[in-house]
């Protein structure tokens, strides 16, 4: 069982950082081989809408989005961290994720699966958020949820803390890292 955590926080050992590694040791615990890709220290251009993907169901810049490609087909679960950031997810978590039209290409265009085998995938989502409002994570999960149903991902659940703003808050929220602990071992039992 390989477990992807994908880190979009420009933060590093920031808040949904802290609950990402500990969601992924509850994974590691239980057996789950672990690995998270920072995707502030990747290089990777954004997406260009050229379409050429349509044709190969490849995108054609040979940068650090490769990799992904290649990580996200060999996951058995995706875990995607990202804070709140203007009401949606973080720059690089948006960027990402647009580079993921080539495998809505292979998938829609090309009738291929998009991570090229058909393996049953489960996907998480982790965020937080400095306000309190209602709905705050509604815009975040939407594209999140967009994102995993076109890379047949099942969406398989999230953990979402609002009103946590400074560097570590959330090691002060009560419970908080314990949930995510849980919320890993979970996510490769079931
Ligand atoms: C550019 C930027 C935009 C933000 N936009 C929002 C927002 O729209 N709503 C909100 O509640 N918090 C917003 N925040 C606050 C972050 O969600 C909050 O600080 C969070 O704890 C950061 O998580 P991290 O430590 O994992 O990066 C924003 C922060 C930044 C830097």
Not at 47 to 62: E, I, M, N, S, V
Not at 172 to 183: E, I, N, V
Request: glycine letters at 8%; aromatic letters at 8%; a positive charge.
């Amino acid at each position: 069982m390989k477990v992807l955590g994908i880190a979009g926080s420009p933060r590093r050992n920031g808040n949904t950082d802290l609950l990402l590694a500990e969601l992924l040791k509850g994974a590691a615990d239980r057996g789950a081989e672990v690995e998270t890709i920072i995707l502030n220290d990747l290089k990777f251009i954004l997406c260009q809408h050229c379409d050429a993907c349509h044709k190969t169901g490849k995108c054609k810049y040979d940068d650090d989005m490769q990799a992904i490609y290649r990580k996200l087909a060999a996951a058995d679960r995706v875990v995607l961290a990202s804070p709140v950031q203007f009401m949606g997810v973080t720059a690089q978590t948006k960027a990402m994720i647009d580079r993921c039209q080539a495998l809505w290409a292979r998938k829609y265009v090309l009738n291929l699966p998009p991570l090229g085998n058909k393996r049953w995938r489960k996907g998480f989502f982790i965020s937080v958020s400095a306000q309190k409002k209602a709905d705050l994570f509604q815009p975040s999960l939407a594209t999140v949820k967009a994102l995993f149903a076109t890379l047949d991902i099942s969406y398989a659940g999230g953990l979402f803390f609002p009103g946590v703003d400074e560097k570590g808050d959330i090691i002060k929220h009560p419970g908080a890292l314990k949930q995510a602990y849980f919320a890993g071992q979970k996510l490769v039992e079931d």
